[in-house]
């Protein structure tokens, strides 16, 4: 049988057009946009690739974007992502009021800056920072900003004892310690600013999650820090954050070597103080020197927002902050970025006032709830397998004691359960493979999306990428009765591979066309495939 040939889809829509002068260029309509309704609004095309020399009206413009968007998927039904989607009317109104604020310009939006300020002691005195008060800390534009200053600080003070030691800080050079399961933005710091980057291996034993005892293995006097993740984007599992201070503990005690720990709760730093307040893992614990938070997570507020804060003023050394006379004012920035939209951090405000403790802890709950009631529905159909913890009991000394304890569990408490994100993991059990062995699971997430469903497949941490996981988020705007479709969606779906004579070909080749991006062109920036250096194990996904 011959080769297909291959077809550029471009090309043949450029080739099907209706004839035009010979003195009209034969690529003209690979390398142009048609305007929207052109008859009704009297335009012409637009270059793809270059500006156009003449615009083109307001609202002809808005009509050719909105319609090309229209192609993206649902953030409603986007299950794959921890960044929130949805805000009420009123936050939608005061971000456009505020939208062309800049935060940086201190003396012109004095308020702007003091609702920042206001952010960071409350997560302060949320977190049980020593004084929310003097808390020092800084909005970013997302977790990965906050890391990198988590990190950068952590660096600067043991270069500072180094020095006041009268050792190298070169040879061998500083590390930092975490799990393998760790998302690329810890990885990408270690890079960046030339830190030995040691990865955890992690297991089925260890939750597919930090494991401290064996973290203890690659530490030295030469580590930094330790990153402890509260919230694992694999399965969410929050890593033991008390146990691995402890170990510190104990290692500072017979060998002298101080190492702090900087807490990654990109998702759980919003979760965790709510659902779960007796767990220790944040400020109350002295080696916890900073945590970090996205807004735009579980944090409720639109993309752009995140969150750094350290215990106290002595953990961000003053090489850091720069005092910056400009615009009239005596500034300080401690930032990565200078200029910054302020409208994200008003929103997150508005979620504070408008939410309070109680508000907050009240969603938590209800995510947890509707996260036990998917991993549940899918471990009861016997074809699936739920890997992460967030319906399973507490074992031994943690179930609940006392007087509620006599009347028997309370199963709509979050305290009976494992502490962990509204995340569930899940894949095809052993029986079920056994049974339909050609069965791919990767089709689940095609045939998912061919319904709306935007649900990840893909593979666990190194030692064990033999593992392929489906991943749901449950946000906010993930109800019950979300719930529940999603549940027929995958039962319909998962039946139907299995009840009807499919072609393998056919999917297979299905699967592989979801993960190309729209029209088959480059990715970021015009890169194509393999620009980039090769991945070193951490998940190198957005989330």
Not at 36 to 55: E, N, Q, V
Not at 358 to 367: I, T
Not at 391 to 411: M, S
Not at 461 to 467: G, R, S, Y
């Amino acid at each position: 049988m011959s080769l297909a040939k291959h077809i550029n889809a471009e090309r043949l829509i450029q080739q099907s057009q209706d004839k035009k002068s010979k003195h009209v260029s034969s690529n003209a309509n690979l390398h142009t946009l048609s305007n929207p309704y052109g008859a009704r609004y009297g335009t012409t095309s637009i270059p793809k690739f270059h500006m156009p020399s003449k615009g083109t009206g307001a609202e002809a413009a808005y009509q050719l974007i909105h319609d090309e968007l229209s192609l993206d998927g649902s953030p409603n039904l986007n299950l794959a992502s921890f960044v929130h989607t949805w805000m009420p009317e009123p936050a939608n109104k005061l971000m456009m009021e505020n939208m062309s604020k800049n935060l940086i310009d201190q003396d012109e939006y004095p308020m702007t800056q003091l609702i920042h300020t206001r952010c960071v002691s409350i997560l302060a005195d949320l977190w049980h920072a020593p004084s929310s008060h003097q808390a020092i800390g800084t909005a970013t534009t997302g977790s990965s900003e906050a890391i990198q200053l988590g990190g950068l600080a952590m660096k600067r003070l043991w270069q500072e004892r180094r020095k006041a030691e009268g050792k190298s800080i070169h040879e061998p050079g500083p590390n930092i310690v975490m799990g393998a399961n760790a998302q690329v933005a810890l990885e990408k710091f270690a890079r960046y600013f030339e830190v030995e980057c040691r990865l955890v291996p992690v297991s089925v034993e260890s939750k597919y999650r930090l494991d401290p005892k064996k973290a203890m293995e690659y530490i030295d006097e030469n580590t930094i820090g330790v990153y402890v993740i509260l919230g694992s984007t694999y399965t969410g599992h929050y890593e033991p954050v008390k146990e691995m201070s402890d170990l510190l503990d104990e290692y500072q005690a017979k060998t002298g070597v101080n190492v702090p720990i900087h807490v990654d709760g990109a998702s759980g730093a919003f979760v965790a103080p709510f659902a779960s307040p007796k767990l220790l893992w944040d400020f109350k614990l002295p080696r916890v020197v900073s945590i970090n938070t996205s807004g735009h997570k579980f944090g409720l507020a639109y993309v752009g927002v995140g969150f750094v804060v350290w215990r106290s003023k002595e953990y961000l050394p003053k090489d850091l902050i720069f005092e910056l006379h400009y615009l009239g004012s005596v500034e300080y920035s401690f930032s990565l970025n200078f200029s910054r939209p302020a409208a994200p951090i008003i929103a997150q405000y508005f979620n504070f006032v408008h939410l309070g403790f109680e508000g907050f802890r009240a969603v938590a709950l209800d995510d947890l709830k509707n996260a036990r009631l998917l991993s549940r529905a899918l471990e009861n159909t016997g074809w699936y397998s739920v890997l992460s913890d967030v319906h399973r009991p507490k074992t031994g000394g943690n179930i609940l004691h006392g007087a509620r304890a006599l009347t028997g569990p309370d199963e709509e408490s979050a305290e009976y359960y494992e502490d962990a994100l509204p995340v569930v993991a899940f894949r095809f059990s052993d029986q079920f493979q056994k049974d339909y062995p050609d069965i791919q699971q990767k089709w689940i997430q095609t045939l998912l999306r061919s319904k709306g469903w935007i649900v990840p497949n893909y593979e666990l941490a190194p030692d064990l990428e033999n593992v392929q996981i489906l991943r749901v988020v449950v946000r906010e705007n993930m109800s019950e009765e979300l719930v529940d479709r999603l549940v027929n969606d995958i039962v319909e779906v998962t039946h139907d591979l299995m009840n009807r004579e499919s072609s393998t070909h056919a999917l297979d080749m299905l699967g592989k066309h979801t993960h190309k991006n729209a029209h088959g062109t480059p990715g970021i920036g015009g890169l194509d495939t393999g620009s980039g250096s090769k991945p070193s194990g951490t998940y190198a996904k957005q989330c």
